[in-house]
């Protein structure tokens, strides 16, 4: 009942009133002292007897004050629970006049299921059996660890339909462009870690520094000897001032937000729809319903006052410009994902050059979440493909060549909330700076620095013709694909950044709605020996420098063949010959009427 109150409170305006009816059935005095009646231990108890069958005053004005009511009245007047037995009662209150932001009501956690015709679910029977039997020993290790492991993978994308083909495939071993499962099947990668392998599996040069690493020891407490290096080499490619490092790209993102809030003094941040920053709870946000910059928790479990501080707005609109300069003066940062990993096709030039241009004039940090595309797309990333630099950036993925690593770089006046500022030694310096928390057992860890140090040598020795080879490729790769989906009627659409690229339904670019035929297509792949991750809404896809021209036509022909299999089974359907059944299926009707 609390919970039903709680959520009319959300929809009635400030000052709405709401009206109860509440109707007793008459109970025999008997019933009620002997015990007769279902439910009768409710009178032993002093505290849960008002409640059954209905609350006195007192108790009706604490209940609905709790869920947001301020006034109540009752007719006819209940003084006691004496005399709320085979009673009607009407209780009017009103809703606060206080504008409360609207608590998140989660979704049902039922998964949902789609409709399937007869020849879709045979199709699917089959190949689910053909999949299961390959890769066998991967979904029996899923269901062996499920009672122990908590796996979000597990979850993630849920179809009932798919429900036996849930299962991560389990890696065994991995070299360039290639890896096996733990049932001896080989695939092209083009998950590649989640865009951790820009250089594919074990490349020899960062091999080779983790070897050399490895021999010498795994030294935490003291610096790590090579820290100093990296962090030159960051500046050097990217023009960062000054760099700090950590262990993921949720940590960079939370120091980056952190450091905007020291050095501004004001604490709300603006992100944007569909973006990803990390799992830290301060950018768990969604725009709350029907408020210009109200947000609400994305899920259950993160708190809303992490999350009151956050503006979301929509990605590359002139609203969401007029927004961010009304509130400018209450503004600590505006992060961004220069190009959405989950909305690739959207990028807005025209939209972050107006952004940079006002943020610097107001005087609030611009931070690039380059998490993904740092490094993979230009060699200064987003920065310099679009040409605008950031007050602050974020990296990580391929920058550690598998291990786990964080970067916050930025201008000093931002970084040098990490330490003070630069002193010196021999005089009277000292970090004069304010400073704010920064900590961490693994941060600079040596392996981490080890790879960092070669990934970033081979970046500048590599020079800009890695990335404009690696993107070249890619698209033959888009080019290819989407030619034979418009030729083939095919209702996908291809969309890249550089090496970053995505299978999204055509007109329909949110990760949010996927059709079930797509999640199909992404099982036929691993099933014809392309990986990529089993996840619906899943990341983006990745071409890493190990894939040849001969991988790529493998993969244009392992979809080519996925899909016209899939048609045979009833799915991605021509439009021709969907309008062909729709008339069948009526003249059927119309048969068996007559």
């Known amino acids: 009942m609390s919970e039903t109150l709680s959520h009319v409170r959300q929809l009635l305006a400030p000052g709405g009133m709401l009206v109860l009816w509440e109707k007793t059935t008459p109970q025999r005095w008997l019933d009620l002292i002997f015990g007769l009646l279902e439910g009768w231990q409710k009178f032993s108890d002093l505290d849960l007897r008002p409640n059954y069958p209905l609350l006195s005053k007192s108790k009706w004005e604490q209940f609905l004050s709790k869920n947001g009511f301020a006034e109540v009245v009752i007719i006819p007047e209940i003084e006691g629970t004496s005399t709320a037995l085979s009673k009607e009662a009407v209780i009017i209150a009103q ?33 689910i059996s053909t999949y299961t039997r390959k890769t066998q020993k991967s979904k029996q290790r899923a269901l062996d660890c499920r009672s122990v492991m908590a796996d979000k993978r597990s979850a993630v994308g849920f179809r009932i339909e798919l429900k036996e083909m849930k299962y991560p495939i389990i890696g065994e071993s991995s070299k360039g462009s290639r890896m096996w499962d733990i049932d001896g099947n080989e695939y092209i990668d083009i998950c590649m870690g989640f865009g951790v392998h820009l250089f594919g599996h074990q490349p020899q040069f960062i091999i080779e520094a983790l070897q050399n690493q490895l021999k010498q020891g795994i030294q935490i407490d003291p ?10 080499l960051i500046h050097e490619l990217t023009g960062m001032e000054r760099v700090a490092f950590c262990n993921s790209g949720t940590e960079s993102v939370m120091t980056a937000l952190r450091l905007a809030r020291l050095a501004t003094g004001r604490d709300k941040i603006v992100i944007f729809d569909d973006s990803y920053h990390g799992q830290f709870d301060g950018v768990l946000a969604m725009a709350a319903a029907n408020e210009e910059i109200k947000s ?11 999350v009151d501080d956050v503006i979301v707005l929509t990605y590359g609109t002139a609203k969401s410009l007029e927004i961010i300069k009304t509130y400018a003066h209450e503004l600590a940062a505006v ?51 679009f040409g605008i630099d950031a007050d602050i950036v974020t990296y990580g993925k391929c920058v550690g060549g598998g291990t786990p690593i964080g970067i916050i770089a930025g201008k000093a006046v931002y970084m040098n909330g990490i330490d003070g500022g630069y002193w010196n030694y ?27 140090r070669a990934v970033m040598q081979h970046l500048k ?21 989407n030619a034979y989906f418009e030729q083939e009627d095919v209702p996908i659409k291809m969309v890249n950044f550089g090496s970053v690229f995505r299978f999204v339904p055509s007109g329909n670019y949110s990760y949010k709605s996927q059709p079930i ?78």
Request: aromatic share 10%; with cysteine.
């Open 223 to 232: 610096q790590a000897k090579l820290a100093g290096e990296v962090a030159q």
């Open 296 to 306: 609400s928790p994305v899920l259950p479990g993160i708190l809303q006052r992490m």
């Open 95 to 127: 809703a606060d006049s206080k504008n409360k932001t609207k608590e998140r009501i989660y979704p049902t956690t039922s998964p949902s299921k789609v409709s399937l015709s007869e020849q879709q679910k045979s199709y699917l029977e089959k190949f």
């Open 426 to 452: 021999g005089d009277d310096s000292y970090p004069q700076k304010l400073q704010t928390f920064f900590a961490g057992t693994f941060n600079k860890n040596p392996l981490s620095m080890s790879a960092a």
């Open 461 to 481: 020795t590599q020079g800009l013709a890695l990335q404009e080879n690696l993107n070249q490729r890619t698209s033959k790769l888009i080019t290819s694909l």
């Open 335 to 385: 992060i961004v994902e220069p190009v959405q990993t989950r909305r690739i096709d959207l990028q807005p030039k025209e939209f972050l050059q107006q952004l940079r241009q006002f943020t610097k004039k107001a005087n609030i940090p611009l931070i690039f979440d380059e998490v993904v595309t740092g490094f993979r797309v230009h060699q200064k990333g987003s920065q310099g493909w």
């Open 517 to 594: 035929g797509l999640d199909l297509l992404f099982y036929k792949l691993i099933e014809k020996g392309v990986y990529m991750w089993e996840g619906r809404n899943g990341p983006a896809c990745f071409i890493s420098t190990a894939h040849t021209d001969e991988d790529i036509d493998y993969i244009i022909y392992a979809v080519k063949e996925s899909i016209s299999e899939m048609r045979d089974g009833g799915f991605f359907q021509k439009k021709n010959q969907q309008i062909s059944q729709i008339n069948v299926k009526q003249t059927e009707r119309v048969r068996g009427a007559l």
